[in-house]
């Protein structure tokens, strides 16, 4: 466990408390929490809640929990110096916790004064400690989807590859937080296609978001089965380049929106396109934090997870990438894989479909 960036989280809270001259922080939140130790929070992954609560002061910080929890959160999860109050598995934390205006939290509720937009914003910039770790589970999950894929065969069932990336994934320590796979009778039915019984065929789209430690990454590769005309993939690519010109330090998330809107018609796809799925936004400790949309005035910020996702006529494109550190400057792609063929748009590296 890196404490260097646990510490350079918290120092962003504790200045929050002084900006808004409150006594204390609760943090509640999955993605808030995870973010705040650098670790997991969770237990069963599909709620929002939280197995401890978290309560930041000027100078303390300090987990409460129940009984079941404390031991593994100790061992395993909590930076040294959290202090840890520990309650019996049978009651409620709420009580527990501190309430009233002096004190902030990451979600409404018990007359806290509400600051969830401003924690949303302060993680969104990764600490260094936390962008190293982010490049290496972009690497891993988009290797671990391509080792999976290159397995694949026309007669899997859409579940029977689930299962063979699942096992790709948690053989790199990486946990299944989302997966979409889509063969040939569904990919043009579905945009968020949960795998199904269905045999493939000639063409799998395969998506994921794969996380350790709580930084989640997003990727979509596409698998061929008989040489067919990719010339939809190669114009989503096309957009999705449209899209990467945009994305800018400093500029507005409505940008890069704005360049989807007008490019799906620009390289022959319907012009209501951009509205049949969400186009992407940021991401990091959560799969995305929200949606960019036409009327996101929030500002693209250094050291920024975003993940793009273009879609249309059965084609995908999604990877994720992080902003650089300068106002005006790009971005870098984390979740290139050097072993999946990939075709060059715009000068960028990008990945290519898999003809087997």
Known sequence: MNESGYLERIAKVQNLIAEKQLQGIVLRRNPNLAW????????????????????????????VTNTIEAPRLVAEELPSNVSVKIINWWEGRDKFLPSGE????????????????????????????????FRSVC???????????????????????????????????????????????????????LP???????????SICARRKGLISSVTRIVSFNDDDISGYE??????????????????????IEAAVHAYEKFQFDKDEWMKHHQGGPTGYAPRDWAANRESDQL?????????????????????????????????????DPNWPSVEVNGRPRPGVLKI
């Open 196 to 206: 199904t019984d269905s045999v493939v065929g000639n063409r799998i789209v395969a």
């Open 235 to 256: 114009n989503i690519l096309k957009v999705e380049s449209e899209i990467f010109e945009k994305t800018k330090v400093g500029a507005k998330f409505s940008e890069p």
């Open 300 to 336: 693209i910020l250094p050291y920024q997870p975003i993940a793009w996702n273009p879609t249309g006529n059965g084609w995908k494109v999604e990877d994720t990438i992080m902003t650089k550190g300068e106002i005006n400057s790009g971005f870098e792609i984390l979740t290139l």
């Open 102 to 133: 002096n004190f902030g939290c990451d979600q409404p509720g018990a007359n806290r004064f509400d600051l969830s937009r401003e924690i949303e914003i302060l993680r969104q910039s990764l600490v260094s400690e936390d962008i190293e770790r």
């Open 36 to 63: 705040i130790i650098g670790g997991r929070v969770h237990v069963p992954s599909t709620l929002d809640l939280a197995c401890f609560d978290l309560i930041i002061t000027a100078d303390e910080v300090t987990a």
């Open 139 to 193: 690497s891993d999950s988009s290797i671990a989807l391509g080792e999976a894929l290159k397995n694949s065969h026309s007669n899997d069932r859409e579940i029977d590859l689930a299962g063979k990336i699942s096992k790709a994934l948690w053989e790199k320590n990486l946990e299944l937080v989302f997966i979409g796979v889509a063969g040939q009778t569904r990919v043009q039915k579905h945009r968020h296609p």
